[in-house]
């Protein structure tokens, strides 16, 4: 995948790559596939096999390496996601057009919309939920109504169902409001010494829910335009200190702020950042944004972000090489999901309070994808050419 | 230490010390008060030299390795303990009877009188403020309140100044207030599922106080008698299982709750609730109590909690051997703070949001306390005798 480049005069493919050349090319993206399948089958076979509450609906996301319920407490933002994770399969594989998954999905949509809201109507949901719904405890911040509409706007695309569509929207005209508007129904205290910060994660998502919610949708795409270009100019702002550093929190006109919070940066982020703004730029059709976001997210941060003692990337880092205060090892993969920094397994659960049946699979699902549209485009040029690679939607 | 044992026929110290092992026993306890002087005078040294805010009083905390200042954020349960500390060292050791102690340790205790309440005359505490005072975060727990209390009743002690004794007591009696009668002062939503859970640090953090504010007055440890005896009942109620673990959180009628919450073990903690334990069975003159203690919160807390493979007490556990969600590492010494489960230094600050002028220097200085009683135990008595071993005030 790394040779595939930019039509350009120092490396066209013509020069380079004979039909052998392509041949071993086309095999090792076809054994990545096959790879990235196998691996995807597994990993939904597990949360298929362990996550589904039978009883009240939605999954248990609290779960051991073998698969063990070790908690039953209900993670919104994790049932939001798991919800999308089965509907996008059901949409996009073949294989994954099954029955169970998408009565599965349909059952924690209905748990989602039965107890997900701590006092409806009002729309502010609960982080965390006991296993028949009663809320345990609210964050003070947008993501699990976020999560909820992707899980919303993904459920009325396999199902047709209106009234999924409808919560969507709802969902997200509350938390536009609440971002841009009045953030006050979040119930965050206003404090005198609380900084105007800004972290790049709400801007992010947000730009993940316009894409979300436009998909094939000239309406709501035209609804949410000028919102996806303010979502991106504000991750924007996050480029600092001369274009070197991504940092995680600025001032609201894009400053860098004082103290750890100011220097905070996580590379993980900022790469992830980078592939929606990658997206927005396809979607509006500009070079020059796209050649910027490949720049400044991804190569500056595997550059910046990678450790060059045991390798894999800093869960977390300071923008002036001190010391984070915050404890957490770098995330991976389904496998495992959190290793020390010697790449040791530190905790064998496979699901928790922030990791469910979502980023890895997600992850997945995308590999596959992409290495297939290459395959399909290795097997269809006689004399390749080069176009962009592809950027797969969220 | 570990010899020193209750009179009893099977271990006499007349039997087993001939005055050659009095003599070995004698300069090993000066070497070990030697070098626990020593400590504690360059951990003092440290937080003196780097922590004082000379501009706006109070102290940094957030300290690089060398001291360097990487945040000026003020935790105010930090500034309480630094405040109770230096005044604590001033009153009982003659060598740290220095004024830049007491005026820098008056300097806090004004900050917190000035800043660290969000709303006078409204009690709660902010967690955090900015260099100058004004409130960045306000947490729903009463521990900044807590170290408040200990921080006034300390400078009251020292100084002489009712004023500072009025703001302990109503600071106390208002936190007295939270606990037992009525918590919505602390601003946590009421929720249909957050369990009725007690958190050992509750009625722990409550015992300390009781003994703090009680020291040599009759009149406060007599208002607090009850109190005191209601957090021991309820900080017992945390042995578990038989008797076989001690459990972070139980149901306020003393049963085990279900899922992570339930089964989360801290053996750290548990020991110092042990501590805190003791001196209540001293003051009390209970011996079974005593005994129970003991091998409840002390030995049971050692054997469960100790890393067999790297050595080392777990910061988490679960009780039932499952992965616990916290991903924070073991907390030692000054030296470094945080270390992580080889035993290797995971973080290299001297202080952050949790760790500043109190733990380390209060173990050193109790250390160096414990060891003087046993040493002029040992020079006094020329035939030993056995009494209970001294269990240092916190």
């Not at 909820?148 to 993904?154: I, L, V």
Request: with cysteine.
């Amino acid at each position: 995948m790394g040779r595939c480049c930019p039509r350009g005069p120092q490396r066209r493919w013509g020069q380079k790559f004979s039909t052998e050349d392509m041949e071993k090319e086309w095999e090792t993206l076809r054994a990545w596939k096959e790879r990235m399948e196998q691996e995807l089958d597994r990993v939904v076979a597990f949360w298929m096999e362990h996550s589904h509450d039978q009883e009240h609906g939605g999954f248990f996301t609290c779960l051991g390496r073998d698969g063990q319920v070790y908690d039953n407490l209900k993670y919104v933002w994790l049932q939001g996601r798991q919800v999308w994770m089965y509907c996008r399969l059901y949409r996009k594989f073949q294989r994954f057009r099954r029955s169970e998954l998408l009565d599965s999905a349909k059952a924690g949509g209905e748990f989602l919309l039965r107890y997900a809201r701590v006092a409806p109507p009002d729309k502010k949901c609960a982080f965390v939920l006991t296993q028949s719904g009663l809320p345990v405890k609210v964050q003070r911040t947008i993501f699990s109504e976020c999560f909820f509409t992707m899980a919303m706007n993904e459920l009325w695309r396999v199902t047709g169902e209106e009234r999924y569509q409808n919560e969507a929207v709802e969902m997200m005209d509350q938390i536009i409001h609440w971002v841009r508007e009045d953030s006050s129904g979040l119930g965050r205290p206003q404090l005198p010494g609380t900084p105007a910060a800004e972290s790049m994660a709400v801007p992010m998502m947000l730009l993940n829910l316009v894409e979300q919610l436009g998909e094939a949708d000239e309406e709501l795409a035209g609804k949410y335009a000028e919102l996806g270009d303010w979502c991106a100019q504000r991750i924007l702002q996050h480029v600092q200190r001369d274009g070197q550093a991504v940092l995680e929190n600025v001032s609201e006109d894009g400053k860098e702020l004082s103290g750890c919070l100011g220097r905070h940066q996580n590379p993980g982020h900022a790469l992830e950042a980078g592939w929606f703004l990658l997206r927005h730029a396809l979607r509006k059709g500009n070079p020059e944004l796209r050649a910027h976001v490949i720049e400044k997210f991804l190569l500056l941060s595997f550059h910046s972000g990678w450790d060059p003692e045991h390798g894999g990337l800093f869960y977390f880092q300071d923008a002036d090489n001190l010391c984070p205060t915050q404890f957490r090892d770098p995330e991976y993969g389904e496998w495992f999901g959190y290793l020390n920094r010697e790449g040791k397994v530190a905790l064998t659960i496979k699901g928790g309070p922030f990791k469910g049946c979502f980023h890895v699979p997600r992850c997945l699902a995308m590999c596959e994808e992409m290495l297939g549209a290459l395959l399909s485009r290795l097997a269809s040029v006689p004399a390749p050419t080069c176009s962009p690679p592809a950027v797969p939607a969220p």
